[in-house]
Nanobody, 125 residues
Framework: QVQLVESGGGLVQAGGSLRLSCTGS????????MAWFRRTPGKEREFVAGIAWSGGGTDYGDSGKGRFTVSRDTAKNTVYLQMNSLKPEDTAIYYC??????????????????WGQGTLVTVSS
């Protein structure tokens, strides 16, 4: 059974930084894509960033481009999301997810196989 556990959310002032972590267990993730999505009330889950587990290639949604960095530590089965220059509009529940091989449309949340429980990020103005 695959499990993803996020941590690192919290309250931060605008302009500050947070680093989210997501540790996976239950299988190896070679060939997978790990991604971060976020959700705010009344909106669909929004793609934030993704990383190819094997090659390390990255992709970013428009909201975090230039401010967020996704990375992974394969030895620790962990993916990170470093968020800098945070804005109040970044306030959301952040989820990590894994798209197991064969991977599909990595920006579409419906293609992901497993999800973490989410971690709340609140950015105050």
């Amino acid at each position: 059974q695959v499990q993803l556990v996020e941590s690192g959310g919290g309250l931060v002032q605008a302009g500050g930084s947070l680093r989210l972590s997501c540790t996976g267990s239950g299988r190896t993730f070679g060939g997978s894509v790990m991604a971060w999505f976020r959700r705010t009330p009344g909106k669909e889950r929004e793609f934030v960033a993704g990383i190819a587990w094997s090659g390390g290639g990255t992709d970013y949604g428009d909201s975090g481009k230039g401010r967020f960095t996704v990375s992974r530590d394969t030895a620790k089965n962990t993916v990170y999301l470093q968020m800098n220059s945070l804005k109040p509009e970044d306030t959301a529940i952040y989820y990590c997810a894994v798209d197991l091989p064969p991977v599909r449309n990595n920006r579409n949340y419906t293609t992901y196989d497993y999800w973490g429980q989410g971690t709340l990020v609140t950015v105050s103005s």
